[in-house]
Each structure stands twice: as C-alpha cells, then as structure tokens.
C-alpha cells in the first residue's frame, strides 16, 4: 500500500529541471556521440597511464627501436629516438585536455566576474564593456606567440620548465579568451536584475554580494556552461596552435599540439605520427563542439518542450 | 548616417591608442629583449653606447610617442613620398628592423603580396563554396543535403587547420603527387605554363584556409536565410504568383545577405591571424611567416609593428562591419 502511495506520488510530482534538460540532451544524436567520444578520451588519458605501462628500453635498445611501424610492442610505433608513441599518446593528451579544462576555466571565472559587475553596477558596465571592446580588438595569436616568447624563460626559471609551460600558456589563453562569457553573462544579468524577486529581495534591504550569489548567479549558469564547453575547444585548439608553431610545450612535456609539430619533419616517411595528434585534437574539439550544441538545445526551455 | 559612422570613428581612435600602448608596453618591459643579451665581455661604456644606439635609454613614454610618430607620420609620409615623388618625410628616422636592419615596412611590402595572393583567394573560394550551400540547406531544412551540411561545417570548425592542411599535405602531395608540398615564392607568372605551376603550388592552401571559413560563413548564411524565409513578405510574394526562383533568389537571399555580408567583414582581419599557421606550414613567405621569423629571432620593432598592424585591421574591419550593417539595414541606423 505505502509502496502504491509513494509510486503515485513520484508520478505526479512535477519533474526536476536537470532531468528534463537530460532527457532532451540524450535527444541530439550529435551530442550523444560527442559525450561518449569525450568520455573514451578522458578515460583513456586517465587510466592509459596505469594499464599500459611502456617497455624500458635500454640505450642500445632504444637506438634499435626507432621509427618502428605498429607491433604488439609499440601499438602505435615509435618516433625517431626510440619513444613509444602509444604512451607518449597518453601522456600528451592528458596535458592537453588539462590545459583545455584549466584555461576554460581561468576565462569562465574572469568572464562571469566581469560580466556580473558590468551588468549588476552601472558604474562599472562603461569601464568594463570598453576594456571588454579592446580585450576583443587584440589580434590574439600574434600577442600569444610574442607572450610566450618573451616570459617563457622567465616564468620556466621560477616554476621549473613543466610547470612553467603549463602555466603561462593557460593563463594566457585564459585572459585573452574571456570576452564572449562576460558579454553573455552582462546582458543575461541586466535582464534578470529587472525581475521581481530580485527586486524583492532588494527592497528587504539583501547586500549586494547576496543578491549576486543567491539570485543571479545560479540563474546564468545554463549560458555560461554553453560558454564553457565552447571554451574548452577553443582553449585546446590555440594551444596546440602555439605547440604548433614551436611556442608551446617543451618536446619532453608533450601536448597533442606538441606531437604533431615534431611529426611534421617526418611527415613523408611516417604520416602516422601526424595523423594521430591530429585526430586526437580534431575528435576531442568535434566531440566538445556537439556537446556544447545539444547544451545549448537541452537548456533553451523554448525548444525543451518540443 | 554619417553621424553614425563618425561617432563610431572617434570611439575606434582611443581604442587603437589603448591596443598600441599594450602591444608596446608588453614587449617593450617583457624580460627576454636583446638589450639583456649583450655579451658580458662587452665593456660598460661600449654597452651603454650600444643601448643609446638603439634609443633604448630613453624613459618609456618618449619611447612610445616617438614611436606612434613613426608609425602614424613617418611611415605614411614615406610611402606617400615614394608614390609622388615628394619629400614630406625628410631623412625621418623610419622604424627599422633588427634583424635585417632595413625598414620595417618595406619588408611587410615585399611580403604582403604573397599573403594577400593566397589568402585573398582563400577567402574568396570560402565564400564561393559557402553562400550556396548555406542557401541549398536552409531552402531544404533537415533534408539530407543539409544534415550533411551541417557535418561538414560541424568538421570545419573542429578540424584545426593545421591538421587539414597536413591532411591535405599527406594526400595530396606525398601519396598522389599532385602538387608541390611546399609554395615557391620565388616563381614568377609569365606564361601559361607558370601560372598552372602558380595555381597548382596556391591549390592546397587555398583549400586548407578556404574550406574553414566556408564552414563558419555556410552557417551564418542557414541561419540567416531561415529566419528570413518564415517572413510574412516571403508568403506575400509567394501568394502573387512569383516563381519560387525569384522569391527564394531575390526576395529571401537579398534580405538575407545583410549579416552575412558584416559576418564577411567582420572574418577578414581573423583570417590574416588564420594565416599565420597556414603560411608557415606550406612556407608562403608573407606576413604571418614574416611575424613568426621575428619572433623567432627577437625582432621586437617587426614585431610590434606586426601585431599593431593586426590591430589595426581588426579595429578597421569591425568599422567597415559596423557601417556596413547600418547602411545596408536602414533599421538599425542609430541616429
């Protein structure tokens, strides 16, 4: 009996927002795709490193070993000192999606912050929106490349040549790629601002600071998380474009970017060692890009219903 | 309108100022400049002669302005003098390189033409491909030409050109042999016979560049053509008997054009950034190779002046765009 009652109960009661929202992103086909695929990568990244372990090769070993095709040994070969490339997959890719999920959300915090302030204070959205203006005007790539250049030594002396890399390149990714999510987030927070709760709340005499973290904040996550996902193809594709342009991560600290970039000198005799980094950025973008389009539909409450 | 296009003129100068003294500044304070790499055998008194020589021991501001100066006057009043024939620079100091120690702009002028060949042409194909397939799949929504459209475009964005282009590399010209792997600057077009090996050696990356940008136009130009064909005046020109040729061509499509002409605009400065990486992988010696060589060699002026001028069409175009919009839109003219 309390088993029919409690039964009927969920039945009626009105489904959860997130539920809905999963059930119209399982809907798009792409986005499905994209999630697994995604899914497989980060997996393989995480786990890559504890199930295949590379063979230890001694010196004469590894001066045999050069440029093998594929074998049981070395699944995907090895480059031209003898590296295992199946590992030297893994490793890159774990540096590469790091870098992608870090300078995402370096841009998401400094986007949303600027956003919210420029939208919520009318004082500071003429200030804001103008540095937003010329953040926008930048010619990025070429400002990256001259960045990297010219702090790479410095930052590499403080944080050692790993640490280094990663944190200049992601910072700079990070604040020259946060315009999008604060014009986003302004004019979503200059609507909301408008809106009767909020103005409730304020008239019961709520600071600021409240209004912003309990009110407006949870009501712009659905674009900012749209924001997100793009944000992290974006960051993963500039960054291979520096490693690709020899700017970016050193050879031993290798990125997707990275592996294509050393492939390129042996592109005629060995195209394999290109085409695997290659693939590897272009399905993890392909994959994030569809999943930041069923996001899109699956929180649009206007195409939800349909 | 010219209200408009003024207003928006005066705002781009203070903004073009703030972007200068950035570019300026962050290269002009970063650690790594040739000043720190003055061998220490070099005596003190030679060094500081050396670092006056460069006008480096000047305060920064005077640096910077002096700076503008060349750019804004000197390098203009330069290129006017060498159309005209007149003398309005005088023996001005021009900014110069140091790696080649010859005037910066005189290096962009040899190499903008390379650029501009292929990637003019780049952009051209992009749109070529892209109008009409943006126009088939929104005419044909959900049909089979348009999911295939919309995967293309999906690849399109999420290729990097880079792995295209080497994709097209591997393909193309190490397995087929059907062009050349990388672009002979050096060729000249005088006959037939050179203008086939000038279109042969321009085939990849045109394709490369070309490809990505008609992914991203292709989209605009769905989207624009479908909001515009659920129109009122699109049923009214239906219901008048037009044929669906001149409704869809003309109606629709004219309409339709609008944004995606300032979407046009607005891509061109991007694609000179875009260029870079296509330049550099199939060796067109332009500017984005140009950019990449100074970097490489610790050629600060190039560089400044570079990415300056990157600036510089950004801003430029998002007027152009601006202006655009208003002129061929008389809804949206602000004054």
Do not use: C
């Amino acid at each position: 009996m309390t088993d029919l009652r409690a039964a009927a109960q969920a039945s009626t009661r009105p489904e959860s927002q997130w539920r809905a929202i999963w059930q119209q992103f399982r809907t798009h086909k792409g986005a499905a795709f994209g999630l697994v695929v995604l899914a497989i990568l980060i997996l393989a990244v995480l786990i890559g490193p504890f199930v295949w372990h590379p063979a230890k090769l001694t010196v004469v070993e590894a001066i045999k070993s050069k440029n093998l095709g594929p074998t049981w040994r070395f699944p995907l070969g090895t480059d031209q000192i003898g590296r295992d490339m199946l590992g030297r997959m893994i490793q890159a890719g774990k540096v590469s999606l790091a870098v992608g999920f870090v300078a995402m959300l370096i841009a998401l915090t400094f986007g949303t912050t600027i956003g919210i302030l420029a939208g919520y204070f009318k004082r500071l959205d003429g200030p804001l929106m103008r540095l937003t203006d010329i953040f926008l005007s930048l010619p990025l790539i070429p400002l990256l490349l001259v960045l990297v250049m010219l702090f790479r030594d410095n930052v590499a002396g403080i944080l050692g040549p790993e640490l280094g890399a990663f944190t200049l390149i992601v910072f700079a990714i990070g604040i020259t790629s946060w315009m999008q999510a604060a014009r986003i987030v302004r004019g979503e927070v200059l609507a909301l601002k408008e809106r009767e709760y909020v103005i409730a709340s304020r008239s019961i005499g709520a600071p600021a600071r409240r209004i912003i973290l309990r009110h407006i904040l949870p009501n712009v996550i659905s674009p900012v998380m749209v924001a997100a996902t793009l944000g992290i193809a974006d960051a993963i594709i500039t960054e291979s474009v520096l490693s690709f342009l020899g700017l970016g991560f050193p050879p031993d600290f290798p990125t997707w970017g990275r592996l294509l970039f050393d492939g390129l000198s042996y592109l005629q005799l060995y195209p394999e060692r290109v085409i695997w980094p290659g693939l590897a950025i272009s399905l993890t973008v392909l994959s994030v890009n569809y999943i930041g389009d069923g996001l899109r539909d699956a929180l649009d409450p206007r195409i939800r219903g349909r | 309108m010219l209200v408009f296009t003024l207003r928006r003129l005066l705002v781009a100068i203070p903004t073009l100022l703030v972007i200068s003294l950035v570019i300026f500044l962050l290269v002009d304070f970063a650690p790594g400049s040739p000043m720190s790499e003055i061998p220490l055998t070099v005596p003190p008194d030679v060094r500081q002669k050396m670092i006056a020589a460069l006008g480096a021991d000047q305060p920064v501001l005077v640096r910077y302005v002096l700076w503008l100066r060349q750019f804004f006057w000197v390098e203009p009043a330069t290129l006017f003098d060498g159309i005209f024939g007149t003398h309005l620079a005088g023996n001005e100091q021009r900014i110069l390189s140091w790696q080649s120690r010859s005037p910066v702009f005189s290096i962009i002028g040899q190499r903008m033409p390379q650029t501009l060949t292929v990637i003019g042409t780049a952009y051209l194909v992009g749109i070529l491909i892209a109008l009409p397939i943006g126009i088939y799949s929104a005419y044909r929504q959900y049909s089979w030409f348009d999911q295939l459209g919309t995967l293309f475009a999906m690849i399109g964005f999420s290729v990097p050109t880079f792995f295209s282009g080497t994709l097209f590399i591997i393909v193309f010209a190490v397995w087929f042999g059907w062009f050349p792997t990388k672009y002979d600057t050096t060729l000249h077009v005088t006959d037939w016979a050179s203008f086939l090996k000038q279109l042969k050696q321009m085939a990849m990356p045109v394709m490369t560049l070309g490809l990505a940008n008609a992914a991203t136009i292709s989209r605009y130009m769905r989207s624009s053509m479908l909001e515009n064909m659920g129109q009122d005046y699109v049923r009214t020109a239906r219901a008048k008997g037009m044929t669906e040729r001149t409704v869809v061509l003309k109606h629709v499509l004219r309409n339709s054009l609008i944004p995606v002409v300032t979407v046009i605009a607005l891509g061109i400065p991007s694609i000179f950034g875009g260029a870079i990486i296509t330049e550099n992988l199939f060796g067109v010696n332009g500017i984005g190779a140009a950019l990449i060589g100074a970097i490489h060699a610790n050629d600060l002026p190039m560089v400044q002046t570079l990415a300056f001028i990157f600036a510089v069409l950004i801003v430029t175009f998002n007027l152009i765009a601006d202006v655009l919009y208003g002129f061929l839109d008389p809804r949206i003219r602000y004054d």
